[in-house]
């Protein structure tokens, strides 16, 4: 019997989301999971969002991110948004990542284009 003790950490922070498609109101994002995952599998992530210069973020949604790519509606189209996302595994939720580039929830001359900031 293996009397080693193991232990896992938190996982590290995932990549950067990058919008992906912006519709009026909506703004889909996509990231890469963590290099590292702290030993134990990466089970969900934790995605929130805030309008550029504010302090306070929110979760993107409550249920449960399994995929790395989520789509945030009932956004502003008058407003700038950032977006960041953390890994979780059995040891807890690891860091965030580097916040998005700001995005503009506007659909552009009928393109989802994605405009950055």
């Known amino acids: 019997m293996d009397n080693v003790l193991r232990c896992s950490a938190v996982p590290d ?3 950067v989301p990058q919008p992906t498609d ?3 109101g909506s703004i889909t994002v996509t990231w ?3 290099e590292n995952d702290g030993g ?3 089970t969900s992530y934790v995605l929130e969002y805030r309008s550029e210069g504010s302090v306070s973020w929110k979760k993107a949604t409550e249920k449960t991110l399994t995929e790395l790519e989520f789509t945030a509606t009932g956004l502003s189209d008058k407003e700038l ?3 960041r996302v953390a890994a979780v595994n059995k040891a807890g939720t690891g860091p ?3 916040n ?3 995005t503009k929830a506007k659909e552009v001359l009928g393109k989802r284009n994605v405009l950055t900031y």
Do not use: Q
């Open 13 to 15: 922070k995932p990549g």
């Open 22 to 24: 912006v519709k009026d």
């Open 32 to 34: 890469t999971p963590p």
């Open 40 to 42: 134990a599998p990466v």
């Open 81 to 83: 948004y950032e977006f």
């Open 96 to 98: 965030y990542s580097a």
């Open 100 to 102: 998005s580039a700001p």
